[in-house]
């Protein structure tokens, strides 16, 4: 690939029936693009996760990839209320979804440490009462 | 393995799509990010839960076949959604317990 291939997504906040609209999407445009199953279910679960934590968080927000010729990038950025405390959001099993979120089978406080575990790099730029911005690598090459 | 036999066991019916004729795998469980992470393609996923989310993850994991266990129902609209994904869904009547056993049996 000579030049990167982008795509962009507006993610509809506290819609939970479009909610992995975009994911779907990527994986198509990645299968079309032929990258390995592995890549794309990485990819996917990722970006399915960070989709879902700006609808049930953050009121939506936009969702960025880039395919470079090494790696995939998906920037998630969003206006919602922040994350106090990283460290303790990215710990397996740690959740502050509602009761009704829950009872969509969601809040199992798995959403970051998924999207830890699939990439490569995943960085966090987060600023209360400003937003979140998460940027994710899935190396290819 | 062929699906034929367990679905004759479990009394699975179609609720959207048909039902395949191979499963790689089989998954149990309600919770989305866990379904998400350990669904792999071609597994059957058995589960309770019955809202569009499920459509979304079983799309996104390729999975064969959502199982709805308990004699749990989907809505229309997501009975919609799961064929315009081409996801089939079927419904039984035993309970998550009773489902794994009875292919886990048959599948020996």
Same mark, same amino acid.
């Given at each position: 690939?000579?030049?990167?291939?982008?795509? $962009?997504?507006?993610?509809? %906040?506290e819609n939970f029936s479009s909610?992995?609209?975009?994911? =779907?999407?990527?994986?198509?445009?990645?299968?079309?693009?032929?990258?390995?199953?592995? *890549?794309?279910?990485?990819?996917? *679960?990722?970006?399915?996760?960070?989709?879902?934590?700006?609808?049930?968080?953050?009121?939506?927000?936009?969702?960025?990839?880039? @395919?470079?010729?090494?790696?995939? @990038?998906?920037?998630?950025?969003?206006?919602?209320? %922040?994350?106090?405390?990283?460290?303790?959001?990215?710990?397996?099993?740690?959740?502050?979804?509602?009761?009704?979120?829950?009872?969509?089978?969601?809040?199992?406080?798995?959403?970051?440490?998924?999207?830890?575990?699939?990439?490569?790099?995943?960085?966090?730029?987060? =600023?209360l009462g400003v937003g979140t911005? *998460?940027?994710?690598?899935?190396? $290819?090459? | 393995?062929?699906? $034929?036999?367990?679905?004759?066991?479990?009394?699975?019916?179609? /609720?959207? %799509?048909?039902?395949?004729?191979?499963?790689?795998?089989?998954? /149990?469980?309600?919770?989305?990010?866990?379904?998400?992470?350990?669904?792999?393609?071609?597994?059957?996923? *058995?589960?309770?839960?019955?809202?569009?989310? =499920?459509?979304? @993850?079983?799309?996104?994991?390729?999975? /064969?076949?959502?199982?709805?266990?308990?004699?749990?129902?989907?809505?229309?609209? =997501?009975?919609?959604?799961?064929?315009?994904?081409?996801?089939?869904?079927?419904?039984?009547?035993?309970?998550?317990?009773?489902?794994?056993?009875?292919?886990?049996?048959? /599948?020996?």
């Amino acid at each position: 690939m000579s030049e990167n291939v982008t795509f $962009h997504f507006d993610v509809d %906040g506290e819609n939970f029936s479009s909610a992995g609209e975009a994911s =779907v999407l990527v994986k198509k445009k990645l299968r079309q693009l032929g990258f390995s199953p592995e *890549i794309i279910r990485r990819v996917s *679960i990722a970006m399915y996760e960070g989709e879902i934590n700006m609808v049930i968080h953050a009121n939506g927000g936009s969702a960025d990839v880039t @395919v470079t010729d090494e790696d995939i @990038v998906i920037t998630l950025a969003d206006k919602g209320p %922040g994350i106090p405390d990283v460290s303790l959001a990215m710990q397996e099993g740690f959740s502050t979804a509602r009761d009704n979120i829950r009872a969509l089978g969601f809040g199992a406080g798995m959403g970051l440490p998924n999207m830890k575990k699939y990439t490569d790099t995943m960085e966090i730029d987060t =600023v209360l009462g400003v937003g979140t911005t *998460i940027t994710m690598t899935v190396k $290819h090459k | 393995m062929k699906t $034929h036999a367990v679905a004759e066991i479990l009394g699975l019916r179609a /609720a959207a %799509g048909s039902i395949p004729e191979e499963f790689t795998g089989v998954y /149990a469980g309600d919770l989305l990010s866990r379904a998400m992470s350990h669904v792999t393609e071609g597994d059957l996923w *058995i589960t309770i839960m019955s809202n569009v989310n =499920v459509i979304a @993850v079983a799309s996104l994991t390729e999975a /064969a076949a959502v199982i709805l266990a308990e004699g749990v129902t989907m809505d229309p609209e =997501v009975l919609a959604a799961a064929e315009a994904k081409g996801i089939c869904v079927l419904m039984c009547d035993k309970t998550v317990y009773e489902i794994c056993r009875d292919i886990a049996s048959t /599948a020996s």
